[in-house]
């Protein structure tokens, strides 16, 4: 070490030795080497391997070294095991060792715990010493404005705050954009000086013998990808050989399989040149064709399995999917590419799910199927062959299950046509090498496709580390067949959406569906099952023909028709109540500061909703249900494997009359994600984990036998869509300024806990519905000439989906003076992404100084504008809004209970709704504010309608 001089409590240094660690896609890790060193020397492009600059600095010679990054919010475990190896010889690049690693972190970016756990585990891979030698280097300054950085790292909470504290409160912001300022620069080195001064001088060392056996590991790889290659390439040539004429091919057939996002579309999309299938998740099968290199060739896309759970737990319409794709491309595929992604690290139990999932189609289908890498433009200069070897013996045997036919795709380079002509040029060999053949299940005949549809296989349970219960979940529909005539019972099947379109195609005998999606079709209703196939053992090929066995048995239902019975007797089961009518209620509500307490007076047995946060309570007879909701302990679900997928709820019943829960959950139609729920019962400093009894397509249900504390957890999935909400609230501060919050959550946060929050500000009610997806940047658009400025100013916003117990503002937009609406768009992928949301806000009193004259003029206006449509009011609301209406007043305390009673007997629809109308209309201005509120956020279609702004 070169040591000039001591100064204070520092040492100045003539050398600086500096590694960059941080997350990928955002961090700022290459932005910030670059302001350090002063110029451009770092490629902004996500890297694959170390990459070593220098130069002087302050009078100092300073060597940067950036490492690739890892996923933000994702476990060590999913990290490609040439990024890990990276980070440990980064310490190798600068010897005899880096003074300092920067961790690297963007302000414009929620910090949840997610992040929190990733880089702890990432840095433990450089053993616990790294932590005495890190500094936490903030990002993007600029986006802090006024903020300092204490104040930044105090309001993101604890995740971060532990983080700071581990590193020993060891901080420094920097605004990548503003690199003129030599001084943040400076202040940086200097304060490394002052953590190597409080070192005793030293830098940080790691154990010779360690580099030296990843060195040796690495030239073994090295060398095993050499052999690979030359194995791969006389194979090849082999298989050329048999190419003539009578085998070329003109038209090629392609299936695509896979996991969920590992970029099966993009592939199809990279194969035909251009965009043919959408990105977003699909629960069908998609066919397009086009001509490619002077063929005509079909890609057929499929609906993706989770990649590291067993086929048990993939939805049998996604299973039917799979089996039914060959068929869509008569007479068969000429190969099927098995698509997997080089950025995320492949294990055992991928390999696991996707050998279940192709033998769906028979043993047959490996001697048809290439495997397929995408985002290729990961490995940087490492060889695809160098990625295998590294990635361990899961993935090798993969690779060579598929006879190592193998390509890798760089699908952000489309320009690059070579690598779709290669590849089309192995589909030849690979025909060749199967005499011209190509894929068809049937030849095999009685070891034809491993797959019957399953109604009560038993399923092994996934293991969930320290929970108190093991268990199998539900699974979805049955059927044998994919015949091209309809499905005869689909009119059961009415609002499911795209589910009951998909059932639209299949033939179920006897209409016979299984519990779990016949309770997706209906909120509350079920089918009566035929028999239990009692065999749950053997091979998937004895399972196959059992289950046939059992199919041949059942009789066609005919009991499919749900009859709701109005009242039940209190003495009925569970299960028989599962057929009650609902019946939904406005809680009592009592606020204190920010929490709100609610009390459900329940006045006989049966079903009733709460309105307010979606629960469900079946009641074996009359009682009072108080609930609230309360803060996730994180840390009592650690050891579980599970993650919060709801609000936590307080829940008592003095009489003991609750005996079961039917909890709101956020999932999509399609149920990629519905058979990772579960229920959470905490009780003191212990959690236990239980199965739903059933899962409907809005809730989950659960038997329970005492009260205290519920609420819904799932498996950590990486890559989760789930449906979300947009939460505008307009904030003003008087004339001239106006902010407008904007909120996005998932769609089981209550509103009215947000609202909570909110106070003060005012909730404008909006379309709020959207599909969010972990893992994904969002930003937020509108048009510039009515805003003054949109916060964050990142380009891309990871969204933190929290259950509290604050809700922040996501983003804030700065409104001009004169704004009377805003459009908005919430955009995927960042600014040139796809649209996942878009709403019109109105923004009432924005331009009206003070609050009380802002209050009045509202409420003067909406009392004008209820008498002038009174009329058609009174034609056009529906019944259902009209008591929706009546619970509000009642809460808002615009009507007494007696006055609502008095409205709700009256039978006609029009009459009852005149009367709610006349009434609220002699209650003044301020009431007629708050019915024109409600109405607005109950039917915004009718709102339009009558002309309301």
Same mark, same amino acid.
């Given at each position: 070490m070169i040591v000039d001089a001591p100064r204070g409590d520092s040492l100045h240094l003539a050398e600086l030795r500096i590694v960059?660690?941080?997350?990928?896609?955002?961090?700022?890790?290459?932005?910030?080497?670059?302001?350090?060193?002063?110029?451009? *020397?770092?490629?902004?492009?996500?890297?694959?391997?170390?990459?070593?600059?220098?130069?002087?600095?302050?009078?100092?010679?300073?060597?940067?070294?950036?490492?690739?990054?890892?996923?933000? !919010?994702?476990?060590?475990?999913?990290?490609? *095991?040439?990024?890990?190896? *990276?980070?440990?010889?980064?310490?190798?690049?600068?010897?005899?060792?880096?003074?300092?690693?920067?961790?690297?972190?963007?302000?414009?970016?929620?910090?949840?715990?997610?992040?929190?756990?990733?880089?702890?585990?990432?840095?433990?891979?450089?053993?616990?010493?790294?932590?005495? /030698?890190?500094?936490?280097?903030?990002?993007?300054?600029?986006?802090?404005?006024?903020?300092?950085?204490?104040? /930044?790292i105090e309001s993101e909470g604890k995740a971060l705050q532990w983080l700071v504290e581990k590193c020993g409160n060891r901080y420094h912001v920097f605004n990548n954009e503003n690199r003129g300022d030599v001084t943040q620069v400076t202040e940086l080195l200097e304060k490394i000086e002052e953590m190597v001064a409080g070192n005793r001088g030293g830098h940080y060392e790691i154990k010779r013998e360690l580099l030296e056996k990843i060195e040796v590991w690495k030239r073994k790889k090295e060398d095993k990808a050499k052999q690979l290659c030359m194995k791969v390439k006389k194979q090849r040539e082999i298989h050329r050989t048999f190419i003539g004429d009578s085998l070329y091919?003109? *038209?090629?057939?392609?299936?695509?399989?896979?996991?969920?996002?590992?970029?099966?579309?993009?592939?199809? !999309?990279?194969?035909?040149?251009?965009?043919?299938?959408?990105?977003?998740?699909?629960?069908q099968c998609l066919k397009r064709q086009g001509e490619v290199a002077g063929r005509q060739v079909t890609v057929v896309d499929t609906p993706g399995w989770w990649k590291n759970l067993p086929v048990e737990y993939t939805p049998e319409l996604v299973k039917q999917e799979i089996v039914f794709s060959v068929s869509l491309c008569p007479p068969g595929p000429h190969t099927l590419f098995l698509v997997i992604r080089v950025d995320v690290s492949f294990k055992e139990e991928e390999t696991n799910a996707a050998e279940d999932h192709l033998e769906l189609l028979s043993e047959r289908v490996w001697s048809h199927t290439i495997v397929l890498f995408t985002h290729g433009d990961c490995l940087g200069d490492t060889t695809i062959e160098q990625h295998i070897q590294r990635e361990g013996k899961a993935l090798q045997w993969l690779v060579e299950k598929c006879g190592n036919r193998f390509h890798v795709l760089n699908n952000n380079n489309r320009g690059d046509v070579t690598q779709v002509t290669v590849l089309l040029e192995k589909i030849d060999e690979l025909v060749a090498a199967n005499s011209g053949d190509v894929f068809y299940p049937e030849r095999d005949g009685d070891e034809g496709i491993n797959w019957i549809p399953e109604e009560m296989w038993e399923k092994p349970s996934l293991p969930l580390k320290g929970a108190h219960s093991m268990y199998p979940l539900p699974l979805s529909m049955s059927g044998d067949s994919r015949p091209e005539t309809g499905y005869d019972g689909s009119d059961q099947m009415s609002g499911v959406g795209s589910v009951a379109e998909s059932l639209q195609r299949l033939e179920v005998p006897g209409d016979?569906?299984?519990?779990?999606?016949?309770?997706?079709?209906?909120?509350?209703?079920?089918?009566?099952?035929?028999p239990v196939c009692e065999h749950h053992s053997g091979s998937k090929i004895s399972r196959a023909t059992s289950s046939l066995d059992c199919m041949r048995q059942k009789t066609p239902n005919t009991s499919g028709t749900l009859k709701p019975e109005s009242e039940p007797s209190s003495t009925s089961t569970p299960e028989e109540h599962t057929l009650t009518v609902?019946?939904?209620?406005?809680?009592?509500?009592?606020?204190?500061?920010?929490?709100?307490?609610?009390?459900?007076?329940?006045?006989?047995?049966?079903?009733?909703?709460?309105?307010?946060?979606?629960?469900?309570?079946?009641?074996?007879?009359?009682?009072?249900?108080?609930?609230?909701?309360?803060?996730?302990?994180?840390?009592?679900?650690?050891?579980?494997?599970?993650?919060?997928?709801?609000?936590?709820?307080?829940?008592?019943?003095?009489?003991g009359s609750v005996c079961q829960l039917h909890l709101p959950h956020c999932e999509i139609l399609s149920g990629e994600g519905l058979d990772s729920l579960s229920v959470a019962h905490v009780t003191g400093d212990s959690v236990e984990v239980l199965p739903p009894l059933r899962v409907t397509d809005t809730h989950v249900v659960v038997n329970i036998t005492d009260l205290s504390l519920w609420g819904l957890v799932r498996m950590f999935l990486p890559f989760l869509s789930i449906k979300g909400q947009v939460l505008p609230f307009l904030q003003s501060f008087g004339h001239p300024q106006s902010v407008l919050n904007v909120i996005v959550l998932p769609s089981n946060v209550p509103l009215n806990e947000v609202k909570q929050q909110q106070t003060g500000n005012t909730y404008i009610p909006v379309c709020s519905d959207c599909t969010l997806s972990r893992g994904e940047n969002y930003s937020l658009s509108c048009d510039l000439k009515k805003i003054q400025d949109?916060?964050?100013?990142?380009?891309?916003?990871?969204?933190?989906?929290?259950?509290?117990?604050?809700? /922040?503002?996501?983003?804030?937009?700065?409104?001009?003076?004169?704004?009377?609406?805003?459009?908005?768009?919430?955009?995927?992928?960042g600014v040139d992404g796809d649209e996942v949301w878009a709403g019109r806000v109105l923004l009432p009193g924005a331009v009206l100084v003070g609050g009380d004259q802002a209050e009045n003029s509202q409420s003067d206006s909406a009392e004008k504008q209820l008498h002038s449509v009174r009329k058609d009011f009174v034609d056009r609301v529906s019944k259902s809004v009209v008591d929706d209406?009546?619970?509000?007043?009642?809460?808002?305390?615009?009507?007494?209970? /007696?006055?609502?009673?008095?409205v709700k007997v009256i039978p006609e629809r029009a009459e009852k709704a005149r009367e709610v109308i006349d009434m609220v209309l002699r209650k003044g201005a301020v009431s007629c504010l708050i019915m024109k509120t409600l109405l607005v956020e109950l039917d915004p279609f009718l709102c339009t309608t009558l002309g309301f702004s």
């Open positions: 960059l660690l941080g997350y990928r896609g955002g961090s700022g890790k290459s932005s910030a080497g670059n302001t350090i060193l002063g110029r451009e *020397e770092f490629d902004l492009k996500t890297t694959a391997q170390c990459v070593k600059r220098q130069g002087e600095v302050a009078g100092r010679q300073v060597t940067v070294v950036d490492t690739p990054g890892w996923w933000k !919010n994702l476990p060590v475990e999913y990290t490609p *095991e040439l990024v890990k190896q *990276e980070i440990l010889l980064s310490v190798s690049l600068c010897t005899p060792g880096p003074h300092t690693f920067l961790l690297v972190i963007s302000v414009g970016f929620l910090y949840t715990e997610e992040d929190r756990r990733a880089v702890e585990e990432h840095l433990t891979l450089l053993s616990e010493t790294v932590w005495s /030698h890190t500094i936490v280097l903030f990002t993007r300054g600029d986006f802090l404005g006024d903020t300092t950085i204490e104040q /930044h091919l003109s *038209e090629l057939r392609i299936v695509l399989l896979g996991s969920r996002d590992a970029g099966k579309s993009s592939a199809g !999309n990279t194969i035909l040149g251009r965009e043919e299938f959408d990105l977003r998740t699909a629960p016979d569906i299984s519990d779990t999606q016949s309770l997706r079709s209906s909120a509350y209703g079920s089918h009566t099952l035929g609902v019946t939904k209620l406005t809680p009592e509500t009592s606020t204190e500061f920010t929490e709100t307490s609610c009390r459900l007076q329940c006045s006989h047995a049966g079903l009733f909703q709460c309105s307010l946060t979606g629960l469900v309570f079946l009641m074996e007879g009359e009682g009072e249900v108080l609930y609230r909701t309360v803060q996730w302990d994180e840390s009592l679900l650690h050891s579980t494997g599970q993650t919060p997928a709801g609000p936590l709820f307080s829940i008592e019943c003095p009489q949109i916060y964050p100013k990142a380009k891309r916003v990871q969204i933190y989906w929290g259950y509290g117990p604050n809700y /922040h503002p996501t983003f804030q937009v700065f409104l001009n003076p004169d704004t009377e609406h805003v459009e908005l768009r919430l955009l995927e992928r209406l009546l619970d509000g007043l009642l809460q808002q305390k615009v009507i007494n209970k /007696h006055e609502m009673e008095t």
